[in-house]
């Protein structure tokens, strides 16, 4: 098979039929006939499966994976990955942000520069000024911290060769951050810049700022140890700059044996500033314990309660 199409199902009922028809046309304009849609639903709590099975019973390019719950966004393009076949595997998202189009301009682009993986970059990105703001602060930390280059403002959407695939399905991290991984893997990858479409008004983004902040702990905790040696330097200046403090008190002592050491507020002060500094730390070590306890249980990332490929139960 030529082409494989991955996308998830969230609350993504309203997409559906549109995406479909639309990354049908693009694909039979791109590489003819000899292409699948892998639809991964992730305990989509409206009917986004029962329209996705209707899809491939009447479509046989349709793969509808049904997970038993929801297992979040990564996991269920890992899922949505894993039951590929075809030679190229294009991901995007269904919600019509990512045009399916675009899969014409990706496979010209791999072609072009001889890449295994072609992602897609924001040029411009389409959130509220304040999000866009905190999306160039994490991204900036991300980059200064992480042991690989993870590109700033990457899209889901990208085309993938099936080597680079089977390679990213080796990876067996439980607490996934898949931005880096796909940097983490490596192989020659080139990126594209795109413009999303708006989401539309009656349309909410299915991330929530809970869901988005885990987010941003998990990619610190998976492809950083920049909080650790952060910990461990900022104790080492503490621990210095008290000594010296000492001694500094010391020697004034010493050259006047009549002055008075007294600060109530000073005292306080220091206290506050050391048991504020304590618990931050703990917490950053808690975040990294609480990755390790994820790791050891090796739970799998998903579990599958059904596959629909053309009409047929599998």
């Known amino acids: ?30 590489v003819g006939d000899d292409y699948e849609i892998v639809l991964v639903n992730d305990g989509s709590p409206d009917n986004s499966g029962e329209i996705a099975r209707a899809m491939a ?25 894993a039951h590929t076949r075809g030679e190229l595997v294009f991901l995007l998202d269904c919600d019509l942000e990512e045009q399916p189009e675009w899969l014409s301009t990706f496979v010209a682009e791999r072609e072009r520069a001889d890449a295994d993986v072609v992602f897609g970059v924001q040029r411009q990105r389409v959130g509220s000024p304040l999000a866009n703001a905190a999306g160039r602060i994490f991204w900036s930390a991300l980059s200064a911290m992480s042991l ?10 990208r085309l993938m060769t ?15 951050y898949l931005a880096g991984v796909f940097a983490w893997a490596g192989f020659r990858q080139t990126s594209l810049p795109l413009v999303k479409t708006p989401r539309a008004a009656q ?55 009549e002055m008075i050491l007294s600060g109530f507020t000073s005292i306080m002060l220091s206290l506050w500033f050391l048991g504020g500094t304590i618990i931050l730390f703990l917490g950053v070590l808690g975040l990294y314990l609480a990755k390790v306890f994820q790791e050891v249980k090796r739970r799998p990332l998903y579990i599958v309660r059904s596959v629909h490929r053309g009409g047929d139960r599998a």
């Open 148 to 157: 690989v280059r993870i590109p700033h403002n990457p899209m889901t959407c």
């Open 203 to 257: 349309s909410r983004s299915t991330y929530s700022l809970s869901r988005k902040l885990v987010q941003a702990a998990d990619s610190f905790a998976s492809f950083s140890v920049a909080p650790l040696s952060a910990i461990f330097l900022t104790g080492l200046s503490i621990w210095s700059g008290s000594l010296a403090y000492g001694a500094w008190l010391l020697v004034r002592k010493l050259m006047n044996p």
């Open 57 to 81: 019973a009447r479509d046989r390019h349709v793969c509808v994976v049904d997970l038993s719950r929801n297992f979040g966004h990564h996991a269920a393009i890992v899922a949505g990955l």
């Open 162 to 176: 099936r080597q680079y695939v089977d390679s990213l399905l080796e990876v067996g991290d439980r607490v996934l």
């Open 1 to 30: 098979m030529k082409l494989s199409i991955v996308t998830t199902m969230y609350r993504s009922a309203a997409f559906l039929d549109t995406f479909h028809e639309r990354i049908g046309a693009a694909a039979q304009h791109t």
